[in-house]
């Protein structure tokens, strides 16, 4: 017997094409379509992917994996799956980096993480054999039947890593205003050092629900998926992922799935919008402009729906939420919510993923 231990992230990307959420993928990606989504983000059948998915190997496990037809997966000393091996082939981590994440600096959290992998792959079919694995993943199943059962026709998707701010709040208002349902299906999967902990975002969305949007009309559920930071791909990879989840309509707001300077304001909703004008994505998307604090109007607004500029805008900060919570200050209520703020306050050292 073939074995290969795995990391949680693997074990998640199992999960994840074992329930359906990563559709039409049944396992992890052969050399036809890992090559063909990092060049063109289709899969050698023709069907958008933007992000690649693939089991890295060690050298030795590689040359066997050759002459084998299955290889088991370890998850903490128990084997929990096993790939039917259609192929083995090695990949160019930083040329391939560089066409996925736009760049191979090695300090984008995506592409380190990507260059710290084996350079051997396997790919084939993922069965799950210890389906106790299963046990609290998402499935579209789930989620389909409650936005049937809401008589929810159309459900307006929601990505986020971080605890609702003012900013969202507007952008998930517009879309209960355009659908019969939110669906707010935050990323709870490995993130980088200093993004907000699964305790945190989940505990200021719930305060949110109970106390400020309608009842009946939003459905928050996480999705354990590693972040990539990729940008514009990576916003494509999710809004296909609230497709397979049921959703008809995806927000894209600003610099969506971004780290740094690395992406422009709108551009993944340029690369989104222009995939999508050539291929079928299957969901429509909501290409909503960034929401500010105008002092003049008094109220939350976008360039689209404000004429004012300059002093009288007041961005929403992140770094400055970020840092305020750092200390346990309430940030500006402009930004945050003071009972959302103090939510994550009193999570103390755990409001934060840690090293």
């Avoid at 694995?133 to 579209?140: E, F, G, M, R």
């Avoid at 999967?189 to 945190?200: E, I, L, N, T, V």
């Avoid at 770094?319 to 919510?337: G, Q, S, V, Y």
Wanted: glycine share 8%; proline share 4%.
């Amino acid at each position: 017997m073939l074995v290969t231990n795995i990391n949680e992230e693997t074990l998640q990307d199992c999960i994840n094409i074992a329930t359906g959420l990563f559709h039409p993928l049944d396992g992890f990606m052969s050399a036809p379509d890992y090559h063909s989504v990092v060049r063109d983000c289709l899969l050698s059948g023709g069907g958008v992917w933007t992000i690649p998915v693939t089991l890295d190997v060690g050298h030795d496990i590689f040359i066997k994996a050759a002459e084998s037809d299955k290889l088991y997966l370890s998850y903490k000393n128990k084997i929990v799956a096993f790939v039917k091996i259609e192929d083995c082939y090695r990949v160019d981590a930083r040329n391939d980096a560089k066409l996925v994440f736009g760049t191979a600096d090695s300090k984008h959290p995506g592409v380190c993480y990507e260059l710290s992998r084996f350079e051997y792959r396997v790919g084939g079919k993922v069965t799950i054999t210890d389906k106790a694995v299963l046990k609290d993943a998402l499935h579209p199943e789930t989620t389909c039947n409650h936005f049937k059962r809401q008589g929810w026709r159309t459900v307006a998707g929601f990505q986020t890593r971080n605890p609702v701010h003012r900013a969202h709040e507007h952008l998930q208002r517009i879309a209960l205003e355009l659908c019969d349902g939110l669906f707010i299906n935050p990323l709870t999967g490995w993130r980088k050092p200093g993004d907000f902990s699964q305790r945190a975002i989940m505990g200021a969305y719930r305060q949110m629900v109970k106390n400020y949007y309608p009842a009946g009309r939003v459905y928050i559920a996480e999705l354990k998926t590693c972040m990539r930071y990729a940008g514009p791909r990576e916003a494509v990879f999710h809004a296909l992922i609230r497709r397979n989840l049921g959703c008809t309509h995806f927000i894209i707001g600003r610099d969506h799935a971004g780290v740094g300077s690395y992406y422009g304001r709108y551009q993944a909703q340029e690369f989104a919008q222009s995939l999508a004008k050539k291929h079928h994505l299957g969901i429509e998307l909501l290409l909503l402009k960034e929401p500010v604090f105008c002092k003049k109007c008094g109220q939350m607004v976008t360039e689209k729906s404000c004429k004012h500029t300059g002093k009288d805008i007041v961005n929403i900060s992140g770094t400055a939420i970020r840092e305020a919570l750092a200390k346990n200050r309430l940030p500006d209520e402009k930004f945050l919510r003071p009972d959302i703020a103090r939510v994550i306050v009193s999570l103390g050292r755990n409001k934060f993923v840690k090293e």
